[in-house]
């Protein structure tokens, strides 16, 4: 006898958008969400301070009689935080999941993010986002394998999945903001996404997913509750790729930002937690990396590898500097920032 199908949580899917340039990637994105296999309770497509993106928005998709799809205007300060807490706030279903508006969801994502939900100790779920670059894979994005699908030691800098995460089901630090969910209720315990962090238009600054996930492991373990945050490799999303972030001028701002953004996780919820999964990549990973290149005869690629460790060092040296990053706060469970205390200056 077959053992019934678990009941899966009722989902929220939010994707934030910012900009008409971006309209197809839009379209596809709520189209994939559609084609799912189970029916989301409700897709939010919210709309960052853009007045002709969302007229244009609520003309596509809000003339639906179900009201399946809502378009938000962002409530809050303007940038992808900003947004996702708007549809935090307006969001009905039992798991808020949240998916980038240049990325498509494969067959099968939304079944595989809610299912390790079962586990009520489980409070946050994300999965793969493979690259989908304009040509082929660039020099200065290298990786060990050859199939489509094979990851590689700086996808990250292209808000991908990087080698070095797990390749099956397993517990980790924090999920990558692309392609992930949260249970909602936990937003009421700890608050939303910090403001003071994440992107802005076309500024690369992030760690805002990192922040908040160290975040809900830390406030439940002062209440004596686990909070297990899991990678679930079979949910899988594809994450276009503009040709503007395969350049070196990019890899080395990502890369520095992505250090100043470090810096300010590690003054708001301490350095152990904030680098912890840092400290075991730049151990093993990146010099596996830079060895096989040069082994291979590929120093362009090899320098890339340095110059992003190099970049994003430089950053995190200068965010740690006095007053370098004195502006973040810090979300209260009500939704409303916090101030830090004294000695915790941090922000980007």
């Known amino acids: 006898m077959t053992s019934p199908a678990p009941v899966l949580p009722r989902a929220t899917v939010v994707i934030c958008v910012y900009t008409e340039k971006r309209w197809d990637d839009i379209v596809a994105a709520v189209g994939s969400v559609a084609a799912q296999d189970v029916r989301a309770a409700e897709v939010l497509v ?120 797990p390749t099956e089901r397993a517990e980790v630090r924090n999920l990558m903001g692309c392609n992930m969910s949260v249970r909602r209720e936990v937003f009421a315990r700890v608050g939303g996404f910090a403001e003071d962090l994440g992107r802005i238009g076309r500024n690369p600054l992030g760690c805002e997913e990192t922040e908040l996930c160290i975040r809900i492991r830390q406030t439940y373990r002062r209440m004596g509750r686990d909070a297990r945050v899991v990678f679930e490799p079979a949910a899988q999303v594809d994450h276009r790729v503009s040709g503007d972030r395969v350049r070196w001028a990019y890899l080395r701002r990502r890369s520095w930002s992505e250090g ?36 291979a005869g590929r120093p362009t690629s090899a320098l890339a590898i340095v110059t992003a460790l190099t970049a994003t060092a430089a950053g995190y040296l200068r965010g740690r500097l006095p007053g370098a990053t004195a502006a973040v706060r810090l979300p209260a469970a009500d939704g409303a920032p916090t101030a830090l205390a004294t000695n915790r200056t941090g922000g980007v």
């Open 46 to 165: 919210v709309v960052d301070h853009n007045p002709a993106l969302l007229e244009r928005a609520r003309a596509e998709f809000g003339a639906g009689s179900d009201g399946h799809v809502r378009v938000l205007a962002n409530a809050h300060r303007q940038g992808l935080s900003g947004a996702r807490n708007t549809a935090v706030a307006a969001a009905s279903g039992d798991v808020v999941v949240f998916l980038d508006d240049d990325a498509a969801a494969r067959p099968g994502w939304l079944r595989a993010l809610l299912t390790p939900y079962a586990d009520p100790d489980v409070v946050a779920v994300g999965g793969v986002a493979h690259p989908r670059f304009p040509d082929t894979r660039p020099g200065l994005l290298p990786t060990g394998g050859s199939s489509a699908d094979a990851t590689g030691e700086l996808d990250w800098v292209v808000g991908c999945t990087y080698t070095g995460q």
């Open 260 to 295: 100043l953004s470090k810096a300010a996780v590690s003054r708001l919820v301490g350095s152990d937690d904030a680098l912890s999964t840092e400290r075991a990549y730049v151990a093993t990973v990146l010099p596996g990396a830079v060895a096989r290149e040069l082994r």
